[in-house]
């Protein structure tokens, strides 16, 4: 069928429906709703059998819906309402919540049912939930209702909130006076969910010292105690905030906008408050202590018989340049470790984004920070590369991205869930790359590939990836599950009898590749465009990142997308 997706942006979920309609055989087209004429032209032009909108926050025009049959993805079981729903559910602790596809009417969120999934939400932020559970399930309902469409003998459910199974209901939205935090009385749990519900965005709008933030992110703490409100400590450019019975670390800021003026955006909070921090201590946590606790930390390592696994969560996958540095060290580190294979990545969400563009468009040199920043990811990556007596294993959960996806495939071997989306490109950022691109991505799917894979600027999802040898292996199931296989496959790994013959390989390949042409060349020769891309006129690298950064809407939908 010919498909086409409208989208307020194209983010995690649109990708992933994008992806797994396409691996389906279908023609898919894009759409960003920008405007009710220019969605009107996108249809005539592309005459869809089916309109599906994974992620919208406008109206569909009556004159689209009355004529074509447009599918909406409301993040809410059926009967559900409202524009808040994923906040709800983190806010209200919802064992049980859903995803549903419903047909486009006059009235928001109330037309015919044509498929509804259950997910249980797991303790975690409103965006993590929304990509990881939240997104199984809405794609599993999104591909039920194509092929209920496509069968034209399926007749969606009109809305009934007396059927069974129907346990939704309608909520206002979810504004700052049902996030407020009263420091004084609210507990750890309650102060978590109110911070999760919110994240990442709109934050919960508080107070300190007087000045209002929106709060980012919310994560437990076992041991450090204070009086409730006050920050007690930091860590890794976190802040933790005592509660009534305990205390939360909270890893990012960001201030109010002021009316009329640019958007803000998030930055790690003690990078925000700056000198107000002057008297509150540094709290460090190892990766081995941290894995053992109940305490915020983006760095865990911990072993398990010859397997060491580092595991590592940045806010959004963006690695800034300290972040880089610290993982780099724990890196290394583990390397030293008694251990005979290294599995790397975290236990849920995002692998890696690349560098991380927030802290470079408020540094006081942009062109320098991104400078500082890409260098780093390339340390990390090399590291990762010249490691010759371990075999060395990318675990990807969530999905990755630019940099991010260089640095998953510079280990021996990449293991997806299938869920994953990767963005193995540079381009819409204005960037040639780095982190040792030219010489992993052409070693694994050969030269014609990845300049078409950088070039065409389209997301890949796992399945597609292994075919084509972006990826080594891929697993079904959800975050838990894909950690436990993982778990089990990295054991197999280190007790298999081949191992001692392909790490001899792998020193040997190692060596003949650095014969041929040394790492430092292919880094040189990648810097070298990049540092055009930071510092010549006329590239267009900042203004990108300033929009990213800032959230501005593309005028209108970019032609790569429109299928």
């Not at 021996?412 to 540079?426: F, G, I, K, Q």
């Not at 991505?441 to 894979?453: F, I, S, Y």
Request: proline share 7%; net charge neutral.
């Amino acid at each position: 069928m010919r498909i086409l997706l409208v989208a307020s942006a194209f983010n995690s979920l649109t990708q992933r429906v994008h992806t797994e309609l396409r691996s389906q055989g279908h023609a898919v087209a894009v759409e960003l709703a920008r405007g009710d004429d220019p969605l009107r032209a996108a249809v005539t032009r592309i005459a869809p059998d089916l309109v599906l909108a994974p992620m919208l926050t406008r109206a569909i025009p009556e004159d689209i819906w009355s004529r074509h049959t447009v599918l909406i993805v409301h993040p809410g079981p059926e009967g559900d309402r409202g524009p808040s729903s994923l906040d709800w559910a983190v806010h209200e602790g919802a064992e049980e919540w859903g995803v549903t596809v419903l047909q486009a009417v006059a009235e928001l969120d109330a037309g015919p049912v044509w498929a509804s999934v259950p997910f249980r939400p797991q303790p975690c932020g409103k965006s993590e939930l929304y990509r990881t559970e939240a997104a199984d399930a809405a794609v599993a309902a999104v591909l039920l209702a194509v092929r209920r469409f496509e069968s034209r003998s399926y007749a969606p459910q009109p809305p009934d909130p007396r059927r069974q199974g129907v346990t939704g209901t309608h909520r206002p939205y979810h504004a700052q006076e049902f996030r407020r935090i009263d420091w004084r009385t609210d507990t750890t749990a309650t102060v978590l969910r109110r911070l999760r519900a919110a994240d990442s965005h709109p934050g919960v709008l508080d107070e300190l010292d007087g000045t209002p933030y929106h709060l980012h992110g919310g994560h437990p703490e076992d041991r450090l105690r204070g009086a409730p409100g006050a920050v007690i400590a930091t860590r890794d450019g976190a802040i933790c905030r005592a509660t009534a019975d305990g205390a939360v670390w909270i890893p990012q800021l960001r201030p109010p906008r002021v009316p009329g003026g640019p958007r803000t955006y998030k930055l790690p909070a003690a990078q925000v408050l700056g000198e107000r921090l002057a008297e509150v201590p540094e709290v460090p946590v190892t990766p081995a202590e941290a894995a053992r606790r109940t305490t915020w930390s983006e760095l865990r390592y911990r072993e398990q018989g010859g397997v060491g696994f580092l595991e590592f969560a940045f806010a959004g996958g963006a690695m800034s340049t300290g972040q880089c540095e610290r993982l780099l060290a724990a890196y290394r580190e583990a390397a030293t470790r008694p251990t005979s294979v290294l599995v790397l990545g975290p236990a849920r969400d995002f692998f890696s984004n690349g560098i991380h563009l927030n802290v470079i468009e408020a540094a006081a040199d942009p062109g320098e920070e991104s400078w500082r920043n890409i260098n780093a990811m390339d340390d990390l990556v090399e590291a990762v590369l010249t490691t010759t007596d371990k075999l060395t294993v990318s675990a990807l959960a969530g999905n990755a991205a630019a940099g991010g996806v260089m640095l998953a495939i510079a280990a021996d071997e990449v293991w997806c869930r299938e869920s994953v989306v990767l963005n193995p490109h540079y381009r819409l950022m204005g960037l040639y790359g780095s982190e040792y691109w030219t010489y992993s991505l052409p070693r694994r799917v050969g030269l014609e590939q990845a300049a078409r894979l950088t070039s065409d600027a389209l997301p890949v999802g796992a399945r597609r990836a292994e075919e084509i040898g972006l990826v080594d292996r891929t697993s079904g199931g959800g975050a838990a599950e894909f950690r436990h296989w993982t778990a089990r496959e990295a054991a197999r790994l280190a007790v298999s009898p081949d191992l001692a013959a392909r790490l001899l390989e792998k020193k040997r390949r190692r060596a003949e590749d650095e014969a041929a042409r040394p790492l430092a060349a292919y880094r040189a020769a990648e810097l070298a465009w990049m540092r055009r891309n930071f510092f010549a006129e006329g590239e267009p690298y900042h203004e990108l990142r300033r929009a990213f950064v800032h959230k501005d809407c593309p005028v209108e939908t970019p032609a790569h997308l429109r299928g």
